[in-house]
Structure formats: structure tokens, C-alpha cells
């Protein structure tokens, strides 16, 4: 079964940046829709970012052009590189299957986006 392990997260100031690492390992996701989602307290989990198989992509509005999604397939690893980071993106960040998550959630990463 696929191990989802997220890092990257930590605190930062608003306007900073930070890029969030999802490594996979049990199976090769290189061929998976892959997605980021994001959880914040008292606050169901949300998509913030997804790419198709074919690579086509898919931002949550608040992230769009802030957020972006990349992939290296030979280190089996899904990004996500946030800039120009805001308060309301606190959160605990996961990666997972897209536009479903199916596969077992891994520990997320926490973004702090505090002055």
C-alpha cells in the first residue's frame, strides 16, 4: 500500500514562501492524479491544488496564482510551492489521489502564515 509523507510546512510571515514535499513510496505515482489538500482547524479538508493524468490543473480560486503544482516522477515526489503566502493558508497541508483521494492519508505538513 502507498506511504504518503508530507514535509516542508513551517512558519512563515505573510507574503512569504514556502514548497511542500509529498514522497511516496509502495507504489509509483507518476501515473496517479495526484492533488494537494489542506485542513485548518475546525474546518473540513479541502483541494487546493489537483493535476489530471493528462497534466491539466486545477487551483483552488484563493491559491490561484500563488500556488503551484509540480511533480519530479523520478524521485516518485509531488510539490506544491506557495508564494506570496496569507494567514487564512494556515493549515495542515496532505497530498493524495486527485480528484478522489483514495489512497491512505499520510501525517500532512503545518503551514503557519503568522506576523
Known amino acids: 500500500q502507498v506511504q504518503l509523507v508530507e514535509s516542508g510546512g513551517g512558519l512563515v510571515q505573510p507574503g512569504g514562501s514556502l514548497r511542500l514535499s509529498c514522497a511516496a513510496s509502495?507504489?509509483?505515482?507518476?501515473?496517479?492524479?495526484m492533488g494537494w489538500y489542506r485542513q485548518a482547524p475546525g474546518k473540513e479538508r479541502e483541494l487546493v491544488a489537483g493535476?489530471?493524468?493528462?497534466?491539466?490543473?486545477n487551483y483552488l480560486p484563493s491559491v490561484k496564482g500563488r500556488f503551484t503544482f509540480s511533480r519530479d516522477n523520478a524521485k516518485n515526489t509531488v510539490y506544491l510551492q506557495m508564494n506570496s503566502l496569507k494567514p487564512e493558508d494556515t493549515a495542515v497541508y496532505y497530498c493524495?489521489?486527485?480528484?478522489?483521494?483514495?489512497?491512505?492519508w499520510g501525517q500532512g505538513t503545518q503551514v503557519t502564515v503568522s506576523s
Open positions: 493524495n489521489g486527485f480528484p478522489v483521494p483514495t489512497m491512505r
Open positions: 493535476v489530471n493524468v493528462g497534466g491539466g490543473t
Open positions: 509502495g507504489r509509483i505515482i507518476s501515473n496517479n492524479a
